[in-house]
């Protein structure tokens, strides 16, 4: 806390802590995030230790709604950006006003900054997404402009990503996949195989690459490691189930039931990722297995 009475508030909010940058501050004083003894104020005006300074998310139709009963794991934190253990079943954002049942609850109610840095309200600082039934990894950006750089690197495939997951079948030799994927025609759940011979953009879909290696047998599936080259809706899932190994408890691709996994919860999980921080350079950060799927391989 500075020593002085006198800060200007964005400045201030950095100083204490309450922002990774004098950027993110602005942007959290302009979303009306802040409240000093209870007023909004501007981001110049001069604020003291006396002061009551809170940092809030009004619950509006395009604000993430902070939970701070919400607990996850955080794995890694520096000033540019945080990841987290995503917990199986948990959705990354809301979808629609007063759902507070997220991961970006859960950030926003302990970095509030994270609500701003990226380019969509109801995402914040979501570099990337994972589907609700799989766990592990998940980077988020504390300001925007971490944001930028982080959302360029995933894109050109300078993020690398390391998934462990178990599938059905005997899996005994390294297989790259590579096949186009396209939106279902009949199911807006699904994805499917793009056909490269069409004309039509939407149904040939976009290149996706896959490596899977595996790990070991258990039992009548494999633990196999996988590593996307690109990044589309349920890749993984439907590369591995049209080679024909889905992923154990994947009902909506084909995947076997399983006793203890829920309906919405399949063996998928993003267990590393390495990738350059803005803030703190090369940096390798590892998520531990949960319980749920531990439990199946051991």
């Known amino acids: ?3 002085g009475t006198g800060e200007r508030l964005d400045r201030y909010l950095v100083l204490t802590g309450r922002a990774s940058s004098r950027r993110a501050a602005q942007e959290l004083i302009a979303r009306g995030m802040v409240r000093v003894n209870g007023a909004r104020l501007d981001k110049a005006q001069a604020v003291s230790p006396t002061d009551r300074i809170e940092i809030v998310a009004e619950l509006r139709a395009n ?27 948990m959705p ?10 997220t991961v970006m609850n859960a950030m926003v109610a302990r970095f509030p900054e994270t609500a701003v840095a990226g380019n969509t309200p109801r995402e914040g600082g979501l570099v990337h997404r994972l589907d609700n039934g799989t766990s592990g990894a998940l980077l988020i950006a504390r300001t925007p402009e971490a944001f930028a750089v982080l959302r360029s690197a995933i894109r050109a ?17 390294r297989l790259e ?29 976009r290149p996706a690459a896959t490596l899977v290696e595996p790990v070991r047998a258990v039992g009548s599936t494999t633990l196999i490691r996988v590593v996307p ?25 084909g995947g076997p039931e399983v006793a203890g996994l829920p309906e919405d919860r399949f063996w998928l999980h993003l267990a590393e990722a390495a990738l ?7 940096i390798k950060v590892a998520a531990p297995l949960p319980r749920d799927l531990a439990r199946l391989v051991r």
């Open 1 to 3: 806390m500075p020593s």
């Open 63 to 89: 604000s993430i709604a902070p939970n701070p009963e919400l607990a996850i794991e955080i794995l890694y934190a520096d000033p540019a950006l945080i990841v987290v253990n995503k917990p199986g079943r």
């Open 92 to 101: 990354c954002h809301p979808l629609r006003a007063g759902e507070c049942d």
């Open 157 to 173: 495939g300078r993020i690398v990503r390391v998934y462990h997951a178990l599938v059905a079948g005997q899996l005994a030799s």
């Open 177 to 205: 996949l590579n096949a186009p994927i396209a939106h279902h025609r009949a199911n807006p759940r699904k994805m499917t195989l793009g056909d490269r011979d069409s004309e039509q953009r939407k149904r040939a879909g």
């Open 229 to 253: 080259r690109t990044g589309l809706r349920h890749q993984i899932r439907l590369h591995l189930a049209s080679a024909g190994f889905p992923i154990v408890g994947d009902l909506l691709y």
């Open 276 to 282: 350059d921080s803005p803030a703190s350079g090369r």
